[in-house]
């Protein structure tokens, strides 16, 4: 009993701790993705609030607190009020299994850097929470009773499952080579000592593009922002929502985007590994400065696959539909199989 | 075990607490001043036109049943995956037969014009 109560504790410490990074990346990749659209569109973006207006997306924040939220006539209330909660709270729980650093350790006590990093589950957890997102866009676009927020809310479920099969797919050739679905395992294999690198992204390339792209699709960003397309469907799915209700959907989106990078430098950047061994440089393994400097080049390889995500939102024109479905069905399907066929081969050829 | 899903557990509650406290915190906080006019539909200016819970393509419902399909038996091949190091060649041959069987399932689907969208 006393042991139940100490891990909950400690995870529970741990949780707030990650929810507080991913709320202040959130917010962070909002300001990002304001100042850079405005830097590519040369303008001069938000400037006001705070030094170079870093204190925007707070003060948005405050202010989509404060304002009304307005449920439509007709819509139905419960699920209207449910489907932002879904987005937000599964955009959190992902992080239950991502592991920020190696585990450190204070005094005899072993501190895993992450909630459940060790977890048989990983992956398949990613998987099942981001095939639970899809309710909530679903859910928001049919419960408003609005012909705008239903095309969105079909449009982008159609999308998210379409390619969340070719996700599943280049997800699975990485555990062919890892042989587990522990992230921590999966980072520590990419980890090697002579200098080189052996990062996954090297062995997989073609799997890495695939991932890449489904990742874009799945947060519903450029180019595949169906979903929201202006000139068709206004808004899509969040056309008839106002207040913190869009405020959730709005946090969610941008949470999701700094879980997808994550979740590609895990898979495939390498993580939080330095080149080299952390000895070369006098860091022992498992003291808190190494946990602090792999954190550090967790969050850099992460940033720069959030800004990645943004300049890609406004250089590269949205698709059509078709063009979609046709990318998803006919061109990432067949290709993720067949990287899966030649990664099981490679994997058959090393191992006997 | 407990030390490995507990703390899933804890942080799928705070997720869910999380999102409830913003939601009560707009309603707490925001101003509540409803009048008919603001609570209709958007429908680009026009009054709305019947209910919005009309029939859809039934291209969507395609998509759906294709996913089913397909991500089942994408589901299957994760058990074979996460042991395929150890388990040799004969359950690989196996697997390489039942890809095969999916790529055929998915051929016939593609010329029936399945993924076809317009």
Not at chain 1, 199 to 205: K, R, S, T, V
Not at chain 1, 319 to 344: C, E, H
């Amino acid at each position: 009993m006393n042991e139940i109560l100490w891990i909950s504790l400690e995870a529970l410490i741990k949780a707030i701790i990650i929810l507080s990074l991913l709320l202040l990346s959130a917010a962070i990749s909002v300001y990002l993705e304001r100042k850079l659209s405005a830097w590519i569109q040369l303008r001069i973006g938000p400037n006001r609030v705070g030094p170079f207006g870093l204190l925007q997306p707070i003060v948005d924040v405050v202010k989509l607190i404060m304002k009304e939220d307005i449920v439509p006539n007709g819509a139905n209330k419960f699920l209207h009020g449910l489907a932002p909660v879904i987005s937000l709270a599964v955009a959190i729980m992902v992080w239950a299994v991502i592991p920020v650093a190696d585990p450190i350790k204070i005094g005899d006590h072993i501190i895993q850097m992450g909630i459940s990093p060790n977890a048989d589950i990983g992956i398949l957890f990613i998987l099942a929470m981001t095939s639970v997102g899809v309710y909530g866009i679903a859910l928001a676009g049919w419960s408003s009773n609005n012909k705008y927020s239903l095309l969105g809310g079909l449009r982008s479920s159609a999308q998210m499952i379409s390619y969340e099969l070719s996700m599943g797919l280049a997800i699975l050739s990485i555990i062919l080579i890892s042989g587990s679905f522990s992230l921590s395992d999966i980072v520590n294999q990419q980890f090697s000592h002579w200098g080189g690198f052996r990062w996954n992204i090297f062995i997989q390339p073609l799997g890495f593009l695939i991932f890449l792209t489904t990742a874009f699709a799945e947060t519903n960003r450029a180019p595949f922002d169906l979903p929201e397309a202006e000139q068709e469907l206004v808004s899509g799915y969040n056309t008839e929502y106002s207040g913190m209700r869009f405020g959730m959907f709005f946090l969610a989106e941008y949470a999701n985007m700094a879980t997808s990078s994550a979740i590609i430098t895990l898979l495939y950047l390498g993580g939080w590994t330095l080149p080299f061994a952390p000895s070369a440089i006098g860091l022992e393994q498992g003291t808190w400065i190494l946990g602090l400097v792999q954190f550090v080049i967790f969050a850099i390889k992460i940033y720069l696959l959030v800004m990645f995500f943004i300049w890609v939102r406004w250089t590269v024109p949205r698709f059509r539909y078709d063009q979609l479905m046709r990318l998803g069905w006919k061109v990432l399907l067949p290709l993720a199989l067949l990287n899966l066929i030649l990664t099981s081969f490679g994997v058959l050829f090393i191992n006997h | 075990m407990l030390e490995l899903y507990l703390p899933i557990i804890v942080m799928v509650v705070l997720g869910v607490v999380v999102a409830l406290v913003f939601l009560a915190l707009s309603m707490w906080l925001g101003s509540r001043r409803a009048t008919p006019l603001k609570t209709t539909t958007y429908e680009s200016g026009v009054e709305p036109v019947k209910t919005a819970r009309e029939r859809f393509s039934v291209k969507f419902y395609m998509v759906a049943v294709s996913f089913i399909v397909f991500d089942i038996e994408v589901v299957f091949l994760y058990p074979w995956a996460i042991q395929a190091g150890t388990l040799g060649i004969i359950p690989f041959i196996a697997m390489i037969v039942f890809i095969i069987i999916l790529f055929a399932g998915y051929y016939y689907e593609l010329k029936k014009g399945g993924f076809e969208w317009d």
